[in-house]
């Protein structure tokens, strides 16, 4: 795009822009030239070397589509105790592969009341004992230099009851309680709650609180300090679209979306997903593409498919270029649990007729508890039932039925709905910290040769794969957030362990789990990074194995033909699969025969075709 193309670009992004402003905002000539002003100072601010990045990715706009993407997410305090300490890690990030990397929240928030940084005091600051604007600054162009792109949370949906926003409205500033949703009396709450689910039934039940410095109720979706702010107020989003901008700004690349579904509200609806977060969601991305178009966006929308894939947008106008694959996340520990891939394979199928543009960010856990949103009227068909289809998942993957290695523990737990969620590491659910608790090898054996085969199917996918930081090495549960009192209550802390560097090193030692988890999971990073047939722009489709335990998945691409199989089973199954020709199985080299084929209990295979 040359200069005159990009100035057109911008005058039009502005016009719609100003169009959806004011269809929101219908009469705020004032605020609707603050926030013109806030873009041109914002754009006046960005950095030359983010200027330039700018540039390079508006030449290539598809490079996040690339196969060669690995990311990786991780708390700086527990991974390397500060931004600093990050930077003297990069080494070890980038020996993963990783060239995206996720810095969970590290904006101040107040200890003990933090939600894992998701309540942020003040979006221009760095939690002290992090480091500062400047160390974050210097990590992101430490990662640049390094081909890796850096993604932040932007908690967009509420902030602390210590902002200074919400410091202020408490001592009974209008002006700032009307930037969130206070109520003289609990009658319109009432009304609410009649029709807005809970999002933390055990931990923050309801979703209001009485605030009796300013005598009002207070609206929090999500903890009682976190206090939802009021995008029907234009200075909201304009204060808020700064912040964001100002992180870009910092050296951010990739914006993750915190709870966007939940940023507009209104009486008698659910309070999700409503037409207008489309609007502000769009008015952001136009904001970020006039001032630092390189930017994207990660949508946070744990939802149902037909409520995640609207938060692309549009050819024409898009809003996120990325959102997490939740349902197929859910799905794959569902299979881990049930040991029969029927709903895994549907879910493939539907995300395969999906356009190719829209990219999903793969992941088997992340720092958040894994919700049971699957495609029930699906496995209705075959009597499975939510309640206490969600009972059984839930016992089987924390290890409370004889046959299970998993161990995990329940997650708000809701007796009324019986909607229990589940926490735990990736190899803990995988059943690793049980084999080596009782010492015995076969199983250890067997829970490794599991945790491998759940990533090379994450490997599989299209899409950007991430990783959780630590699970590269089989990080274990961390039971020891039940001794501090902060975190006792939420036990999302389970699998928010610190890093473990003595661990770490032992991914050199031969034969400990760490180098068998590292060394595996490297080699199909590096194949995936090799071959075009893993590229987001490849055909995939699901190859009937006439075996319910083994997943078949074909991919092809520019003359590059992938049969994969896995065997979610704990007996070794045959897949009745037949394909013409000669294939070579990648991860060994060896000629194999692509027809009527054993697959080991747990175990998988990524057989390309010879032609390639
Ligand atoms: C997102 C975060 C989660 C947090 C919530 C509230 O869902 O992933 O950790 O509790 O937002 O900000």
């Not at 630590?470 to 039971?479: A, R, T, V, W």
């Amino acid at each position: 795009m040359d200069e005159r193309q990009r100035s057109q670009q911008v005058k039009a992004l502005k016009d719609e822009l100003r169009q959806l402003y004011q269809d929101l905002y219908s009469d705020s000539g004032a605020a609707w030239e603050a926030l013109v002003r806030m873009l041109d100072q914002a754009e006046a601010q960005r950095p030359a070397a983010m200027k330039e990045l700018d540039a390079r990715r508006l030449r290539d706009p598809d490079w996040f589509k690339d196969r060669n993407m690995l990311g990786m997410q991780l708390y700086v305090g527990p991974f390397a105790g500060t931004l600093q300490g990050v930077r003297e890690k990069l080494d070890y990030i980038e020996s993963c592969g990783v060239n995206y990397l996720h810095l969970m929240p590290l904006l101040e928030s107040p200890a003990g009341r933090s939600d894992g940084g998701y309540a942020v005091a003040d979006f221009r600051k760095v939690q002290p004992e992090l480091g500062t604007m400047e160390d974050l600054a210097a990590l992101t162009a430490d990662c640049h230099n390094r081909g890796i792109s850096v993604c932040l949370d932007f908690v967009m949906n509420h902030t602390s009851e210590d902002h200074e926003w919400a410091v202020r409205a408490r001592h009974g500033e209008k002006e700032f309680q009307d930037r969130y949703f206070f109520f003289d009396d609990w009658n319109e709450p009432n009304a609410y709650e009649e029709t807005v689910p809970q999002v933390f039934p055990q931990t923050a039940p309801g979703n209001f609180i009485w605030c009796s410095e300013a005598g009002k109720v207070v609206m929090t979706t999500f903890y009682t300090y976190q206090w939802d702010l009021n995008y029907r107020n234009p200075t909201v989003f304009n204060d808020m679209t700064a912040n964001m901008l100002y992180l870009c700004n910092q050296g951010v690349g990739i914006i993750r979306l915190d709870a966007v579904p939940y940023i507009w509200k209104t009486l008698g609806t659910s309070c999700r997903n409503l037409p207008q977060v489309h609007t502000l969601v769009r008015m952001m991305h136009i904001a970020a593409k006039i001032v630092c178009p390189g930017t994207l966006f990660l949508g946070e929308v744990v939802m149902e498919p037909s409520k995640v894939v609207p938060y692309f947008g549009t050819l024409e106008k898009p809003e996120c270029q990325m959102l997490y694959n939740v349902t197929t996340m859910a799905s794959t520990w569902h299979t881990v649990a049930v040991k029969d891939v029927r709903l895994l394979k549907h879910q493939m199928g539907i995300l395969f007729t999906l356009p190719k543009q829209y990219t999903f960010l793969n992941y088997l856990r992340c720092h958040d508890d894994i919700g049971w949103g699957l495609d029930y009227d699906f496995l209705k068909a075959f009597g499975v039932s939510q309640i206490p289809h969600k009972k059984y998942l839930n016992d089987y993957l924390r290890g409370a039925m004889y046959e299970s290695s998993s161990r995990g523990e329940l997650y708000n737990d809701d007796p009324a709905l019986g909607d229990a969620r589940l926490c735990g590491t990736t190899a803990s659910l995988c059943g690793i910290e049980a084999a080596e608790y009782e010492q015995n090898t076969d199983k250890l054996a067997w829970a490794i040769k599991l945790d491998v085969m759940l990533h090379a199917f994450l490997l599989t996918q299209s899409g950007i794969p991430v990783l959780y930081s630590g699970d590269e090495l089989g990080q274990l549960n961390d039971y020891g957030y039940h001794n501090d009192p902060v975190k006792a209550g939420d036990s999302r802390y389970l699998h928010r362990g610190n890093f473990d560097w003595d661990s770490a090193a032992k991914r050199k030692k031969r034969g400990t789990r760490q180098q068998q988890l590292f060394s595996s999971i490297k080699k199909l990073v590096t194949l995936r990074k090799k071959h075009r047939v893993f590229k987001s722009s490849a055909d995939a489709w699901v190859i009937e194995t006439y075996n319910d335990r083994v997943l078949g998945i074909g991919r092809y691409c520019e003359g590059e033909k992938l049969i994969a199989l896995f065997n979610f089973g704990d007996y070794d199954e045959v897949a009745y699969i037949n394909e013409e020709g000669g294939y070579k199985n990648l991860l060994t080299g060896k000629q194999f025969d692509a027809k009527n084929v054993t697959v080991p209990a747990h175990d998988f295979y990524w057989l390309l075709d010879n032609k390639a």
